[in-house]
T-cell receptor, first 115, second 111 residues
């Protein structure tokens, strides 16, 4: 149980385009979903926390107008990178949380390359 | 602000050796601590989760300890195998279930 999927697993896009990444909890309803970014050979950095039906809470330094997060249901959250630039190239990982267990379950990640 | 540090940053050992990875955190007010494994270009695999009230957790050849008051955790890997080669991350859970990740230890187990 507690499986989280992400789609797509990798994406290559041109500079200036927008890219949407989906995160789904497959066999449970997640009270909270988290989005992380990981640059090569670095650790994961939390970008934002989202709860179903409410606005996401962004970490300091993360542009909310650039990284749009929608959490429409208890099993789906989306991250849209708007007007992507090469410096946005990174590995994006989502996780879904179960409040009762204070534990997060991670998706397999999405590799974004902006040309 | 919570900061998590892992030592060493990289480690290479011959197959069969026992090894210890270290994790330290600056704010002892945590709910739990997790150890993860990450293979190159892949997501995270949860290895062990220790609640703040616990001292250690074991799973197979892995044993993780937690000393919350001193802000330290160790991951012990017994009889290492080449398949254990990966990056190991520790993460602590604070308020609002947020995880703060450590810098990671890249482990290479050689034949």
């Amino acid at each position: 149980g507690a499986v989280v999927s992400q789609h797509p697993s990798w994406v290559i896009c041109k500079s200036g385009t927008s890219v949407k990444i989906e995160c789904r909890s497959l066999d449970f309803q997640a009270t909270t979903m988290f989005w992380y970014r990981q640059f090569p050979k670095q650790s994961l950095m939390l970008m934002a926390t989202s709860n179903e039906g409410s606005k996401a809470t962004y970490e300091q330094g993360v542009e909310k107008d650039k990284f749009l997060i929608n959490h429409a249901s208890l099993t789906l959250s989306t991250l849209t990178v708007t007007s992507a630039h090469p410096e946005d190239s990174s590995f994006y990982i989502c996780s879904a949380g179960l409040a009762a267990y204070n534990e997060q379950f991670f998706g397999p990640g999405t590799r974004l390359t902006v040309l | 602000k919570q900061e998590v540090t892992q030592i060493p940053a990289a480690l290479s050992v011959p197959e069969g050796e026992n090894l210890v990875l270290n994790c330290s955190f600056t704010d002892s007010a945590i709910y739990n601590l997790q150890w993860f494994r990450q293979d190159p270009g892949k997501g995270l695999t949860s290895l062990l989760l220790i609640q703040s009230s616990q001292r250690e957790q074991t799973s197979g050849r892995l044993n993780a300890s937690l000393d919350k008051s001193s802000g330290r955790s160790t991951l012990y890997i017994a009889a290492s195998q080449p398949g254990d080669s990966a990056t190991y991350l520790c993460a602590v859970s604070g308020t609002a279930s947020k995880l703060t990740f450590g810098t990671g230890t890249r482990l290479q187990v050689t034949l």
